[in-house]
């Protein structure tokens, strides 16, 4: 099964082709190494070249292996994360962002992750899969892509063109985001394309909240990340949403890990800048946006389910999930990014126009 899941991975999601240096960094644990080692003779089978790196496994705050980081550097064609958890940091471009000035641009971008570089500058292809198991690859990986892609195109085209957008659910969400200047971004399962990657299982889109635009109230009911690992929740976290930030979380003792998250995060970003791992503008910039509103995203995968791993109950159907902390086009940086999902929900939008649709409710597609 899971070399089966390898083959379209490499074959159908990537299309990797004979002659391309395929990057695949994991751990020493078993589903990982186990899923990395099928990708790695599935690539060497549709002639490709093939590299395996092997590190220690890295949470949401370490930094990655030189080793890793050096690697990266050769940029390859592909490149994919098999992670335990995470890839980890870029220590280098953290305290020195690799920076590059495009023409007709007044300003140099900066990234602080040489994998972004490649992403964004080399045209790399991608996946990247933190948290996946055996029993997840072989079950959410073969799947059909066409369908997917289709309805990724009808959220992500909606939402693209969208103002606002409108979030409500039975377990007490009630929040707006505002949208303008945002684009979709579709993990729809095709990274044949130069600058092209995504999660596997794949089966979400997702968009960056205008900044300083959301408003209203979150009640996390399914999981969330934290620093610790995923938490299946049991009774609701509530947040309160003010000009795109966090400023209050209730509820259990779920409600409590995230709150430590979220202080570890800013803690953290405070003695990076201290000791010098990051200029103190940087620090203020991490520090502040740890509780960012920094994704909207909603669930496509018709065999991915709520387990207590983010990687695949993000994809779930009739989900949606929010993340605090980072965002995905780079003007809200922050150390951590934390989804979290809610159930059933009613997704409007609102154009320009002062048209709304309806793009699910109660969680199912419209």
Same mark, same amino acid.
């Given at each position: ?29 078993h589903d990982v190494e186990t899923i990395s080692r099928a990708l790695y003779a599935q690539v ?115 939402l693209t063109r969208a103002e606002e957008v409108s979030i409500t659910a039975p377990g007490g969400?009630?929040?707006? %985001?505002?949208? !303008?200047?945002?684009? =979709?971004?579709?993990?729809? *399962?095709?990274? #044949? +394309?130069?600058?092209? @990657? ?33 938490? %299946?929740?049991? !009774?609701?976290?509530? =947040?309160?949403?003010?000009? *795109?930030?966090? #400023? +209050?979380?209730?509820? @259990? ?45 909603? *669930? ?53 126009? *002062? ?12």
């Amino acid at each position: 099964m899971v070399e089966q899941a390898a083959l379209v991975a490499v074959r159908d999601v990537l299309g990797v082709k004979k002659g391309e240096r395929v990057l695949i960094v994991t751990n020493p644990e078993h589903d990982v190494e186990t899923i990395s080692r099928a990708l790695y003779a599935q690539v060497e089978a549709q002639g490709g070249a093939p590299l395996l790196v092997v590190q220690p496994v890295k949470g949401q705050l370490d930094y990655a292996d030189p080793s890793v980081i050096s690697a990266l550097h050769a940029a390859p064609e592909v490149v994919l994360s098999i992670s335990h958890e995470k890839l980890g940091k870029d220590r280098e471009a953290m305290a020195r962002p690799i920076r590059v000035k495009h023409r007709g641009k007044r300003r140099y971008k900066r990234y602080h992750h040489v994998f972004e570089y490649l992403m964004e500058e080399a045209k790399i292809r991608s996946f990247w899969s933190p948290g996946v198991t055996l029993d997840m690859f072989a079950r959410t990986v073969p799947i059909d892509y066409r369908l997917l892609q289709d309805r990724a195109a009808m959220l992500g085209n909606a939402l693209t063109r969208a103002e606002e957008v409108s979030i409500t659910a039975p377990g007490g969400t009630d929040l707006v %985001i505002g949208l !303008r200047g945002r684009r =979709c971004r579709r993990d729809d *399962g095709d990274f #044949t +394309k130069p600058g092209k @990657g995504g999660n596997l299982p794949a089966g979400e889109v997702f968009i960056s909240p205008e900044l300083g635009s959301s408003r209203g109230t979150i009640a996390f009911d399914g999981s969330i990340s934290s620093d610790k690992g995923e938490i %299946i929740i049991e !009774r609701p976290i509530v =947040c309160s949403v003010e000009k *795109g930030f966090v #400023t +209050k979380v209730s509820g @259990g003792t779920e409600a409590k890990r995230l709150r430590d998250t979220l202080k570890r995060s800013v803690e953290k970003a405070r003695s990076m800048a201290s000791d010098g791992a990051i200029n103190a503008e940087k620090g203020r910039e991490y520090q502040r946006n740890a509780n960012n509103l920094g994704e909207l995203g909603i *669930g496509l995968n018709p065999a991915a389910r709520i387990v207590g791993n983010m990687l695949e109950d993000e994809k779930a159907f009739r989900t949606c999930h929010i993340a605090i902390g980072a965002n995905y086009d780079l003007d809200a940086d922050a150390l951590t990014h934390l989804d979290g999902l809610i159930r059933e929900p009613t997704i409007t939008v609102r154009y320009g126009s *002062g048209r709304e649709r309806v793009l699910l409710e109660g969680g199912a597609l419209i």
